[in-house]
């Protein structure tokens, strides 16, 4: 879960913080800092990690205070998070734990609001609570990430619902109704204006809604916001309008702080011969830490095989045994999995399990364990340092005097001949450099000839360069056999281009990740390279970033994406949905705003939808 500036370099003594911002996400969530000795410096929350931390590497601006703690930082991790409120409370988690000293508030759990549905057997009141205690019982709500919100949510309540909010002295001693009932506050069940019966059918409905369970009011809000905007009653709109807005805070499912359970998230991510393996631990239902691991492996297991040998490491490998949780979840069935649960189950003296089908909020720990063991990949494979020791080994490999700076790899995309695109990536010593990424439309050519195209895209990049255009690659890669590969030696040679080698990366007869070949050129030698070269990883991460930018492109120029709204050109967001969208958030800032589980609340909206709407409107 978390992503690290390079976890295989950390006594490096200066942070790389531009390589470490290159590919960090834009997603919420939570970030730490250390120092040398792998103290925790500062932990921090971000609605845009990016941005936020981006921030704190500023040439001018900066306090004295940031200034200091911005000269100790060696690395930093970050932890991924659905919305900004589940990193809201992740952050105070790790801040009572962690106490890192550059953090100045070190709020404790008493510091949440909740709200508080009294005992009474009658007329139980519904109030704000700052801070959950054992003593007079009753059912609490919460904790909530705004007191704000709370409050004036606790308002609304009152008004929809009309439940009685004074202390219980005042309850008892009441002989007329008060202020709150001629305000259409309350029914005055304090001189009998309201039956136990009637009171307690409002207590349900209103613990309901806390619980996330009656959307009904949201929609009678929508609608009434909808009729007093017809009616040009624009201030009355936008009061409705912030009425939703709090009410859905109040409503929003939280996946950091939830109902209970003890749990081990398991997740993993692989990528040019890289494996990322993520463990989120929760207690008690709430997270309480994260740690990434990159394993060495050999190409040729599975994940379940890999997931495997990682748990029974993690749990019995060291010197001192780690605590069992109850579950361990995975997201793919481990290989002897019954086993492994029976071990643990025996190392903890009580049932443990291992499980992969899973719901509710174990399936968002387990989706949110999944999307940082992605990122912190990504993070991982764009380190400088990483990147400088595959280029090393991939000079050596082919024998190159120096080692290459710049290499440019070609690939092809098309459906059944349509819309054909040819993408063109561009890596230096430090990974991708994504401004030289450049996308060439195909015209004039057979629907699917890919030699004429792979012949029409290389002769455009390389006419130019010729001419003294654009900048001269030291290595170029052509994504394809050797029928490719003596279409670009043709055009090399037209074009009189004799110092630039050319290397074809062939997928080779089984087609599997580790089993390339790769085709010289000029000799026509066909060879294949140690699955755990990091010579071939590096060239397995251009080949697929080629083919992920072709893709792209084709799919953009195929579906030609509509401009007109932020949600048209959203693969099953039609007018009627996008409708429903803006109506129950209020507009589209607080949209994307949301996280996935809430945007499923609206009518409509499945989850995979919700998903991808919550790519599209961050960019993913």
Known sequence: MPTR????????????????????????????????????????????????????????????????????????????TGSETEALLLEQNLIKSLRPPYNILLRDDKSY?????????????????????????????????????VKESLNILQKVFRIRSCSESYFRN????????????????????????????????????????????????????????????????????????????????????????????????????????????????????????????????????????????????????????????????????????QALTESANRETRIRGNVRGERRRWLELAMTNARQTLLTHLASKETVYRRLLA???????????????????????????????VVFDENGPLKSDYRLYNIEGVTAGDDYAAMRQVLSRRYKRMVAGEGKRPDLVFIDGGKGQLNIAREVFDELEISDIPLIGVAKGVTRRAGMEQLIDAVTGDVFRVPADSPALHLIQHIRDESHRFAITGHRARRDKKRRQSTLEGIEGVGPKKRRDLIRYFGGIQELRKAGIDEMTKVSGISKSLAETIYAALHDE
């Open 5 to 80: 500036s390079d976890p295989e370099s950390d006594n490096i003594g200066e942070f790389d913080s531009k390589s470490f911002l290159k590919q960090l996400t834009e997603r919420p969530g939570v970030y730490r800092m250390y120092d040398e000795g792998g103290s925790v410096l500062y932990v921090g929350k971000a609605r845009n990690l990016k941005k936020r931390v981006g921030s704190y590497f500023r040439k001018t601006g900066l306090a004295p205070k940031t200034e200091a703690l911005v000269a100790k930082i060696v690395s930093i991790e970050v932890t991924i």
């Open 113 to 149: 609001p909740y709200i508080y549905l009294s005992s009474h057997s009658d007329y139980p009141s519904l109030t704000f609570r700052r801070g959950r205690t054992k003593k007079g019982g009753g059912t609490w709500f919460g904790p909530f990430p705004s007191s704000g919100a």
């Open 174 to 341: 009441r002989t007329r109704p008060c202020l709150q009932y001629q305000i259409n506050r309350c029914t005055a069940p304090c001189v009998g204006f309201i039956t136990p019966e009637e009171y307690q059918q409002d207590i349900r409905h209103a613990a309901m809604f806390l619980e996330g369970k009656n959307p009904v009011i949201i929609h009678d809000l929508m609608n009434a916001m909808e009729t007093a905007s017809k009616n040009l009653e624009f201030e009355k709109a936008a009061a409705y309008r912030d009425q939703i807005n709090h009410l859905r805070h109040v409503q929003e499912q939280q996946s950091v702080d939830g109902e209970g359970g003890d749990a081990d998230v398991v997740a993993i991510a692989q990528d040019a011969g890289v494996v990322c393996i993520v463990v989120i631990i929760v207690r008690g239902g709430r997270v309480l830490g994260t740690k990434d691991y990159f394993p060495r492996y050999s190409i040729e297991q599975t994940e379940g095989e890999l997931l495997s040998a990682f748990l029974g490491q993690y749990y019995f490998g060291g010197n001192t045994r780690r605590e069992i949780p109850r579950d361990t979840l995975v997201p793919v069935e481990v290989e002897g999995q019954e086993l492994l649960a």
């Open 394 to 424: 991939l000079r050596d490999l082919l024998e190159l005097a120096e080692t290459p700076s710049r290499m440019e790899c070609f690939d092809i995309s098309h459906s059944h001949g349509e819309n054909t695109v040819a993408s063109c």
